[in-house]
């Protein structure tokens, strides 16, 4: 399975709290919600058209706890819950012992070995929705085959970031980009390694 991250961010990086004002206030944050207002028809039927693409996925705790107690317990037919609650579910935690959504499977020993033995299953996409430290850690361990980032037309200014001030330097190949109604935006990258520098400093010409 190729392994994909789908991701909604601001435009100056800040992927916490998107959805709701209370969703995620660790650390003093106090912005929450401030993707609500931006989606519209095209944006919604391409996410739904990316849970539909799943084989299965994979969580870190914080957002397996949160869509758990959200999607987990509905059973209407929206694309997305229907996606969620008939596919595996994997989660990377030390801590969660008794998950209660069904089909869920903890990987809390090796979690890079564990990862790749599901890359290794025949099928599409194993797929990362929100988990950011789960996100990081996996572009830290070149995990990540292809990153979907959403990108809200808003700077917020204070909270997580998808990509922290130090990290790894990774180059992006871009496979597709487009607009959506309301202003947001998709970029679909695929990591292809290190970037390219500059090797010397070009000489000033008298």
């Given at each position: 399975?190729?392994?994909?991250t789908?991701?909604?961010?601001?435009?100056d990086?800040?992927?916490?709290?998107?959805?709701d004002?209370d969703?995620d206030?660790?650390?003093g944050f106090?912005?929450g919600g401030?993707?609500?207002?931006?989606?519209d028809?095209?944006?919604?039927?391409?996410i739904?058209e990316?849970?539909q693409?799943?084989?299965?996925f994979?969580?870190g705790?914080?957002t397996?706890?949160l869509?758990?107690g959200?999607?987990?317990?509905r059973?209407?037919?929206?694309?997305?819950?229907a996606?969620l609650?008939?596919?595996p579910k994997?989660?990377?935690?030390?801590t969660l012992?008794?998950?209660?959504?069904?089909d869920t499977t903890?990987l809390s020993?090796d979690?890079?070995?564990?990862v790749?033995?599901?890359?290794?299953?025949?099928g599409?996409?194993?797929?990362?929705?929100g988990?950011?430290t789960?996100t990081?850690?996996?572009?830290?361990?070149?995990?990540?085959?292809?990153?979907?980032?959403?990108?809200?037309?808003?700077?917020?200014?204070?909270g997580?970031?998808l990509?922290?001030?130090t990290?790894p330097d990774i180059a992006l190949?871009l496979?597709?980009?487009?607009?959506?109604?309301?202003g947001g935006?998709l970029?679909?990258?695929r990591?292809?390694?290190?970037?390219?520098y500059?090797t010397?400093?070009?000489?000033l010409?008298a």
């Amino acid at each position: 399975m190729k392994l994909t991250t789908t991701t909604q961010v601001s435009v100056d990086g800040v992927m916490q709290g998107p959805g709701d004002r209370d969703e995620d206030r660790s650390c003093g944050f106090e912005r929450g919600g401030w993707a609500m207002g931006h989606p519209d028809d095209e944006a919604m039927r391409f996410i739904y058209e990316v849970y539909q693409r799943a084989d299965a996925f994979l969580f870190g705790r914080r957002t397996y706890e949160l869509f758990s107690g959200y999607w987990g317990v509905r059973a209407d037919i929206n694309p997305i819950a229907a996606a969620l609650n008939t596919r595996p579910k994997y989660v990377a935690s030390t801590t969660l012992t008794d998950p209660q959504w069904a089909d869920t499977t903890v990987l809390s020993g090796d979690v890079a070995a564990a990862v790749g033995e599901l890359k290794g299953k025949p099928g599409g996409e194993l797929q990362v929705h929100g988990s950011g430290t789960l996100t990081r850690w996996l572009l830290d361990n070149d995990l990540v085959d292809e990153m979907n980032l959403l990108i809200v037309p808003v700077v917020v200014g204070q909270g997580t970031r998808l990509f922290p001030d130090t990290g790894p330097d990774i180059a992006l190949d871009l496979l597709d980009s487009r607009a959506f109604p309301k202003g947001g935006t998709l970029q679909v990258y695929r990591p292809t390694g290190y970037p390219q520098y500059a090797t010397a400093t070009a000489e000033l010409k008298a």
